[in-house]
Nanobody, 125 residues
Framework: QVQLVESGGGLVQAGGSLRLSCAAS????????MGWFRQAPGKEREFVAAISWTGETIRYADSVKGRFTISRANAKNTVYLQMNNLNPEDTAVYYC??????????????????WGQGTQVTVSS
């Protein structure tokens, strides 16, 4: 079992930055590929970024490439999402997700077995 708790969300002005953290508990965290997703009101949950258990394979949604950076610190059981140059389109609840071991890095929500409760990110104009 893997339990995930997101933090670091908040209200920022356009052009600002936030760093989201995902604290994980469980014996297999270091072997789990991890992902970040987001969901805005009235919209479907969309992929943001993913990282392999080694950190060597990383994927980003086109909408966040060059602005967001995903990383992980396995010794701290934590995954991060550094978000720079935020714009109002980034406003959403951001969710951390963990896949089962042996699952390839993926942008599909169906791949991920465990989910956090989300943290709100609001970007004002």
């Amino acid at each position: 079992q893997v339990q995930l708790v997101e933090s670091g969300g908040g209200l920022v002005q356009a052009g600002g930055s936030l760093r989201l953290s995902c604290a994980a508990s469980g014996r297999t965290f270091s072997s789990n590929n991890m992902g970040w997703f987001r969901q805005a009101p009235g919209k479907e949950r969309e992929f943001v970024a993913a990282i392999s258990w080694t950190g060597e394979t990383i994927r980003y949604a086109d909408s966040v490439k060059g602005r967001f950076t995903i990383s992980r610190a396995n010794a701290k059981n934590t995954v991060y999402l550094q978000m720079n140059n935020l714009n109002p389109e980034d406003t959403a609840v951001y969710y951390c997700a963990a896949a089962l071991p042996r699952t390839p890095v993926s942008d599909s929500a169906y791949v991920y077995e465990y989910w956090g409760q989300g943290t709100q990110v609001t970007v004002s104009s």
